[in-house]
Structure formats: structure tokens, C-alpha cells
């Protein structure tokens, strides 16, 4: 009876140590796992934006036109232009949208 007792206590002992060393690495695990899912996610979204880059890219070197109304949207204007900014009656610009 006592050598029954006695190796259900140490097989219980046992238990409780392997999840005392264990409980934190698989706490470990999940927070590492938790990390490299969300690096995945941000790597796809910079190869998004490097994919459209190099799309962009390929339309400066092709397509005059784009490169005309960027520079545009960037408020250039070519030397022969004439730009005019109205203000209003307290002399501050309007917001353009």
C-alpha cells in the first residue's frame, strides 16, 4: 500500500514539474508564433508596395503622360505657364481638394 502511494506521488510530482517546465515554453512558442505571423503579413504588404513601385517606376521611363500629371499633382508647372493662387477675403488660400 505504501509503495502504491508512494509512486503515485512521484508520478504526480512528475506531472506537475513537466508542466511547470513546459507551461513556458509553450507560452514562448505562441508569442514567437504570434511574431512571425505578423512579420509574414507585413512582408506581403511591403512586397505590395514594392511591386507597385516598380510599376510606377516602369510608367516614368514609358508613358510621358504620367509623368506630366505627377509632376502636375506635385504642383510643377512647365517655364512657359502663368500661375495664378486666389485668396480669400482674409487673405488665406482656400483649401483645393
Known amino acids: 500500500m505504501i509503495y502504491r502511494f508512494s509512486w503515485a506521488l512521484l ?3 512528475v506531472c506537475i514539474g ?12 505562441s508569442r514567437l508564433q ?9 512582408n506581403s504588404e511591403k512586397a505590395e508596395e514594392i511591386t507597385d513601385l516598380k510599376i ?5 521611363t514609358s508613358e510621358p503622360a504620367f509623368v506630366e500629371r505627377t509632376a502636375r499633382e506635385a504642383g510643377m508647372v512647365t517655364p512657359d505657364e502663368v500661375v495664378y493662387k486666389f ?7 482656400p483649401e483645393t481638394q
Open 11 to 13: 508520478a504526480v510530482l
Open 18 to 29: 513537466l508542466l511547470c517546465v513546459f507551461t513556458p515554453k509553450c507560452r514562448t512558442l
Open 34 to 42: 504570434k511574431t512571425r505571423n505578423d512579420l509574414e503579413v507585413d
Open 56 to 60: 510606377r517606376q516602369e510608367r516614368f
Open 87 to 93: 485668396t480669400d477675403a482674409n487673405g488665406k488660400m
